[in-house]
């Protein structure tokens, strides 16, 4: 019996600090000396294509397509790929620069109950 009431003492004292805590509450103290710290903290917002497929892709064919266009024979076919491989670090580079620019990045508050 004394065991099932201990457990539940400490059941309550685990859900008590698993609380969520706002801007609100920041400096609220507690009887066991705790408090509530909050901070911002910069986080991504989730994108559409966070790996950068699409810049790469598009970015891929346009070099292998200009590329194609410079010298003859396997020159031609060296130039060719050359051409989507630096296509595909531009075109990667430059999504990554209109996501960034674009704000998929946000700073939220987090609180948490800290001890003292």
């Keep these: ?3 099932a009431i201990g457990a539940l003492a400490l059941a309550g004292t685990t859900l008590a600090h698993a609380q969520n805590y706002g801007p609100e ?22 994108t559409s294509d966070p790996n950068r497929v699409g810049g790469t ?19 031609r076919k060296l130039a060719t790929v050359g051409g989507a491989v630096a296509g595909g670090a531009i075109g990667r ?22 001890q003292r």
């Excluded at 509450?25 to 989730?46: L, T």
């Excluded at 598009?58 to 020159?75: D, H, K, M, P, T």
């Excluded at 430059?94 to 946000?106: F, I, K, L, P, T």
């Design 93 to 114: 580079n430059v999504q990554g620069n209109r996501q960034e620019a674009s704000g998929d990045r946000v700073i939220e508050t987090r609180c948490q109950r800290v």
């Design 25 to 46: 509450d920041e400096g609220r103290r507690f009887n066991d000396g705790s408090r509530v710290v909050c901070e911002d903290v910069e986080v991504r917002r989730s």
């Design 1 to 3: 019996m004394l065991a």
């Design 57 to 75: 892709a598009a970015g891929a064919v346009i070099g292998g397509l200009v590329g194609n266009q410079i010298g003859s024979g396997n020159g």
